[in-house]
């Protein structure tokens, strides 16, 4: 039953607070809190960088093969349930890390097998599910409104748990912090509604509001398909290998700042703050980029500005790389992060708008494992590559190679031909 009071107002905009909350506290808050917390840890345990990598490479890896499961868990019980569930893992394993973790096998066990479920059914995937469910025509707005909360959370967490591991003197206390954020976001989940139609509504608003804009029709201004595509033809087109090249291309590199990038700077004579400085100013970056980047989105075909924000992206990381001085890095990082914080929003923008909303979920199902995959062999690759070398050059040299390849991909990853076997949307 429909309640016409519910109908009578767009639930859409309070729906996009609730999940900013979310993603602010579940992943900016603990995922972009990783790269300072880590190096602390395993230079306390005494462990090697290698091998103490694998726990994120294997995080990487268990959330990419989970995200097939999480997109059938989503197509039958909603983002609601996906979100609590996930969250409620999350919280479990960061308060396990801040009281009993003392063995190496402890922390890849949790982080590197147990958390990732966390991540991936209450993370990325049913976020942006939920937004694609609610959103045509602004749709990459709502995406980068959104995902400025995970940048944002990220720019408070690098000061904040770098103040609080020095202040107690211990890297625990990081992990308790992050693990309090989880638990809120976790009560936040409850509050979240998954498809419009559930609720006698329609995506971008109620059907009186649609009636009084004179229309009823997709206001878009960039292509969306009109119809959902079968996963089993969308792969068939050159335009789901652009777009996973892209994805692919633009998180390696993250991958290797958030695990490396402290060490790369210390090894580089940063202090200890000025190195959890430049990965905040990174961080900063990406969530002023994710709003403007998805506004933008919505007016011009995102694939052009993919391609320009993978050329700064390139630019930059050889910067990064380099460490000239203290300034040209404060300089840098945000840029690298504002290329990466809009790729971040225009990419998923992509696979909703050539393919459809209700074909969202099951593609990124696809595209991410892969993705994740690929992305994970960053963290553990140049952990030993480093060991073996004493420097990060290789890693940089590869990924960079990678960035040149996607931004080639973005200016090809045309739309796709309307297809026979698609179904309306």
């Known amino acids: 039953?429909?309640?016409?009071?519910?109908?009578?107002?767009?639930?859409?905009?309070?729906?996009?607070?609730?999940?900013?909350?979310?993603?602010?506290?579940?992943?900016?808050?603990?995922?972009?809190?990783?790269?300072?917390?880590?190096?602390?840890?395993?230079?306390?345990?005494?462990?090697?960088?290698?091998?103490?990598?694998?726990?994120?490479s294997?995080?990487?890896?268990?959330?990419?093969?989970?995200i097939p499961v999480v997109a059938l868990f989503l197509n039958r019980?909603?983002?609601?349930?996906?979100?609590?569930?996930?969250?409620?893992?999350?919280?479990g394993g960061l308060f396990l890390l801040g009281t009993v973790t003392t063995q190496l096998w402890q922390w890849i066990a949790l982080w590197g097998l147990i958390m990732p479920l966390g991540f991936a059914f209450g993370g990325v995937l049913p976020i942006q599910t939920n937004i694609s469910y609610w959103f045509n025509a602004k749709r990459s707005m709502a995406l980068g409104i959104v995902m400025t909360a995970a940048g944002v959370g990220g720019f408070i967490a690098q000061p904040l748990y770098a103040w609080l591991i020095e202040a107690f003197g211990s890297w625990r206390f990081g992990w308790l912090a992050?693990?309090?954020?989880?638990?809120?976001?976790?009560?936040?989940?409850?509050?979240v509604k998954g498809k419009p139609e559930d609720y006698g509504q329609i995506p971008d608003g109620t059907h009186?509001?649609?009636?009084?804009?004179g229309s009823d029709k997709n206001s878009a201004k960039v292509y969306q398909s009109s119809v959902s595509w079968d996963l089993r033809d969308a792969i068939r087109t050159p335009a789901v290998w652009f777009i996973l090249i892209i994805m692919v291309a633009q998180i390696m590199p993250l991958y290797m700042l958030s695990v490396h990038g402290v060490f790369h700077l210390r090894d580089a004579g940063f202090e200890r703050m000025h190195a959890a400085s430049i990965i905040s100013f990174l961080i900063a970056g990406s969530a002023i980029a994710r709003f403007p980047m998805g506004w933008l989105g919505d007016?011009?075909?995102?694939?052009?500005?993919?391609?320009?924000l993978h050329a700064l992206l390139l630019i930059t990381f050889l910067v990064l790389w380099k460490t000239p001085n203290l300034t040209s890095?404060?300089?840098?990082?945000?840029?690298?992060?504002?290329?990466?914080?809009?790729?971040?929003?225009?990419?998923?923008?992509?696979?909703?708008?050539?393919?459809?909303?209700?074909?969202?979920?099951?593609?990124?199902?696809?595209?991410?494992?892969?993705?994740?995959?690929?992305?994970?062999?960053?963290?553990?690759?140049?952990?030993?590559?480093?060991d073996a070398t004493g420097s990060y050059d290789w890693a940089f040299i590869i990924l960079s190679l990678f960035i040149v390849a996607s931004t080639i991909c973005s200016v090809l990853a045309s739309p796709p031909a309307p297809d026979s076997h698609a179904t309306e949307g």
């Open 208 to 213: 009186e509001q649609i009636k009084q804009n």
């Open 178 to 191: 992050a693990g309090v954020c989880a638990l809120i976001a976790t009560f936040c989940a409850f509050m």
């Open 1 to 56: 039953m429909t309640d016409s009071s519910e109908s009578a107002k767009f639930y859409g905009w309070s729906n996009l607070r609730i999940l900013f909350a979310i993603y602010f506290l579940g992943m900016g808050m603990v995922f972009y809190g990783f790269n300072v917390i880590f190096p602390e840890m395993i230079t306390d345990m005494g462990w090697s960088r290698g091998d103490a990598s694998w726990a994120q």
């Open 77 to 91: 019980y909603g983002t609601r349930k996906s979100l609590i569930l996930g969250l409620a893992i999350l919280t």
């Open 299 to 308: 007016k011009v075909e995102p694939r052009y500005i993919i391609a320009v």
């Open 58 to 66: 294997l995080r990487g890896i268990l959330i990419g093969f989970s």
């Open 329 to 386: 890095m404060l300089i840098a990082a945000p840029i690298f992060g504002f290329a990466f914080g809009g790729g971040a929003v225009l990419a998923p923008a992509l696979v909703a708008n050539y393919f459809g909303r209700e074909s969202f979920a099951s593609i990124n199902g696809f595209i991410f494992p892969i993705q994740i995959i690929f992305a994970s062999s960053v963290p553990v690759g140049a952990g030993y590559l480093v």
